[in-house]
């Protein structure tokens, strides 16, 4: 063949393809990472706008929640936070409803009901020495005779323990201040038994309508009933009953009649002894001219105030 004769030029083309399609993977991440950062700024907003009272109630909510919900106070958040809760207009003080008042409340309800539980507990040991009482007179010979003479009953201001004149046996002489041997040794058993409770004690004479013997003297019942209340009283402490226990000796004359129908009954003339429960204890030590309910008929006592 000929040299002129050339082989047909061949173009070979190479065609490269661009790169496949990557997807949107990326575009989740950074979803996820902007998301994260909106939560941590507002993570550092709620910490730098809460009260510090805020932060501890939420950390001791999750150290012993029951605790703060029973106690409340300044742990259990502070009503001067501002997510103030309750009403529509939170610039508006009325119908809203504050931490502080809720935590208040609570305590309030909580020292009623120790309060209550105190006196019912209170009540139990004064009747428990009503009881006590009682028994002694049963199991005395020298006592038992007497025991219609002997009224026992709780009152709201304590254990009151009433010893009355019967008509052939009193407890003094006639317009006299010593006691009876009889009258004696009731007060001297009732004063050992006294010495079981830590109360205090109120003592008040008291006498029928009969006018005194002596009255044109300036001496009358009041006198005549103060001074056999004080005789009572040291009789009691010579039984064994701690003096600094007697915290009023008073004379009411006949000012509260037993027998209110006949105001010469001999079961007028008396002498109350009261074992006194807290409330009344603190009553009288408040206010020391302050005569309980149940031994005032609305007229002044002739009283002689421990010390004078």
Do not use: C
Request: hydrophobic content about 40%; charged content about 25%.
């Amino acid at each position: 063949m000929s040299d002129e004769t050339q082989q047909p030029i061949v173009v070979k083309r190479i065609k490269k393809g661009g790169g496949g399609h990557h997807g949107g993977a990326w575009k989740i991440a950074y979803a996820d990472f902007v998301t994260a950062m909106m939560a941590f700024f507002l993570l550092m907003w709620l910490l730098g706008s809460t009260t510090k009272a805020d932060l501890q109630g939420i950390a001791n909510h999750f150290q012993t929640p029951l605790k703060v919900a029973l106690q409340g106070g300044s742990g259990s958040g502070d009503s001067s936070s501002i997510l103030q809760g309750g009403g529509q207009d939170l610039t508006r003080s009325s119908g809203q409803v504050k931490r502080g008042d809720i935590a208040s409340t609570q305590r309030t309800f909580n020292l009623r009901a120790a309060k209550a539980e105190q006196e019912r507990a209170e009540r139990a040991r004064l009747l428990e020495l009503k009881n006590g009482i009682e028994a002694t007179i049963e199991a005395s010979p020298e006592l038992r005779p007497f025991k219609n003479q002997l009224l026992l009953d709780i009152t709201s201001e304590g254990l009151r323990i009433q010893i009355v004149d019967e008509q052939n046996r009193p407890m003094f002489d006639s317009a006299r201040a010593e006691l009876k041997p009889h009258t004696q040794k009731i007060l001297r058993e009732i004063g050992r038994v006294l010495n079981r409770v830590e109360h205090r004690i109120s003592i008040a004479g008291h006498t029928d309508a009969t006018p005194y013997a002596g009255g044109d003297k300036g001496v009358g019942n009041w006198e005549l009933s103060a001074n056999r209340a004080n005789a009572s009283r040291r009789e009691l402490v010579v039984g064994g009953m701690d003096e600094a226990r007697v915290l009023r000796v008073v004379g009411l004359a006949a000012t509260l009649p037993f027998d209110e129908a006949d105001p010469l009954s001999p079961m007028n003339r008396r002498i109350s002894i009261v074992v006194l429960n807290k409330r009344t204890e603190e009553l009288l030590l408040t206010d020391p001219k302050q005569i309980s309910r149940m031994e005032t008929a609305g007229e002044p006592a002739a009283s002689i105030e421990k010390g004078e």
